[in-house]
């Protein structure tokens, strides 16, 4: 191999490096969670919030939204989740107006708006509790792939067992991120602020 070959070839190599170094850099965040960007599912949300409004996505257009199925009567994983956010929501300071945390009940039978309304804003004042008809709701967690059901308890009543992790769906209304539970707020922060940037 000749002098020149030699030197052509390692410049080759050295622009293929600084090439793909170039591509990497400002496209591609680095999230923590499951990145699910282009999934063909969690495209539709239609229910009524705890004040009684009409809500889809495209109302949340501008903003991460958050998206969380549980009901008022869980004892662990919901009130969890829900400080969880209310803490990502306080570091994110003046950031926060951009993010919606949505609370969609999988227990329309008892989480009526009313008691949503007692139950979610507790956490933070600008979250949201979704409810519907025992349809709507079972149509929006099919949307999700959330699974959910009614256990009896000894006791007479029930609980509802349930899928525990959050969706993250961009400004566009594009789903993409899986938290799943218990992450913790640090990881949930550190990607939220990469899809408001
Ligand atoms: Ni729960």
Same mark, same amino acid.
């Given at each position: 191999m000749s002098a020149f070959r030699r030197r052509f070839i390692l410049l080759a190599a050295i622009m293929l490096v600084a090439a793909g170094g170039c591509s990497e850099a400002p496209e591609a965040p680095r999230f923590k969670l499951t990145d699910v960007t282009g /999934?063909?599912?969690?495209?539709e949300l239609a229910l009524t919030d705890h004040n009684g409004q009409r809500r889809t996505?495209?109302?949340?257009?501008?903003k991460v939204v958050t998206v969380f199925f549980g009901f008022?009567?869980? !004892?662990d994983v919901c009130p969890t989740t829900l400080v969880e956010m209310a803490s990502v929501m306080k570091e994110l300071? !003046?950031? /926060?107006?951009r993010l919606q945390v949505l609370f969609v009940t999988v227990d329309p039978e008892r989480d009526t708006a009313e008691v949503l309304k007692r139950y979610? !804003? /507790?956490?933070? !004042?600008?979250f949201l509790g979704l409810t519907g008809s025992v349809e709507e709701v079972a149509r929006t967690a099919k949307e999700f792939k959330i699974i959910f059901q009614k256990q009896k308890l000894p006791s007479g009543g029930y609980t509802m067992d349930h899928s525990a992790g959050t969706y993250i769906l961009d400004g566009e209304g594009r789903l993409r991120l899986f938290a799943q539970y218990g992450v913790g707020a640090p990881t949930l922060l550190h990607d939220i602020r990469l899809l408001l940037k």
């Open positions: /999934a063909s599912f969690g495209r996505l495209a109302d949340f257009k501008g008022t009567h869980c !004892p300071g !003046p950031d /926060a107006q979610v !804003p /507790a956490f933070h !004042p600008s």
